[in-house]
């Protein structure tokens, strides 16, 4: 019930609500974006407000290094496959898949982390590896930007190249 009632309700509501939300376009982007601020916001709040929590500063730059070299080599796992000739993908699917299939939200991670765990002392240093997951994949990311660009702007036809 707990599924089916609110899809109902939103399909129904849906029917009367699409022409105001038309006329008025509600800055759902910005609540997104706000939503999520909150949620890392209160989650490493949580974590390192913990009194309780026991980590101390090589733990977490050993857990910083694993997640770092765990990503990379997502990246590079899905670069590898992805490049292959009978995989079929051009050079702009390669991106996207080396970004879209390594990266993982809080947005998800945090509440699933909540509902399996909960009640559980020491949730707080289950959490630390998914907040330091979130900023190490965007990190990586930015790195990665140039190098990826070149790549790809390399392996392009030479009318559609990237700018």
């Not at 309780?52 to 770092?68: A, C, G, N, Q, V």
């Not at 965007?138 to 036809?157: D, E, F």
Request: hydrophobic residues 50%; positive net charge.
């Amino acid at each position: 019930m707990t599924v089916v009632v609110p899809l109902v309700l939103g399909q129904v509501s849906r029917r009367f609500l699409r022409d105001w939300l038309e006329r008025r376009k509600p800055p759902f982007g910005v609540i997104s974006s706000l939503v999520l601020l909150m949620i890392i916001y209160t989650t490493f709040c949580e974590t390192f407000s913990n009194p309780d929590i026991e980590l101390d500063h090589l733990s977490l730059l050993l857990i910083t290094f694993i997640i770092f070299c765990i990503q990379l080599s997502f990246m590079l796992l899905t670069f590898v496959f992805s490049t292959q000739k009978q995989s079929g993908f051009t050079p702009a699917d390669t991106v996207a898949i080396m970004f879209c299939a390594t990266h993982k939200s809080l947005t998800l991670g945090i509440p699933m982390l909540k509902i399996v765990f909960e009640g559980y002392e020491h949730l707080s240093l289950i959490s630390v590896p998914l907040l330091i997951y979130h900023p190490a994949q965007i990190l990586l990311g930015s790195i990665l930007v140039p190098t990826i660009k070149s790549w790809m702007n390399s392996r392009q036809k030479p009318s559609i190249l990237l700018h």
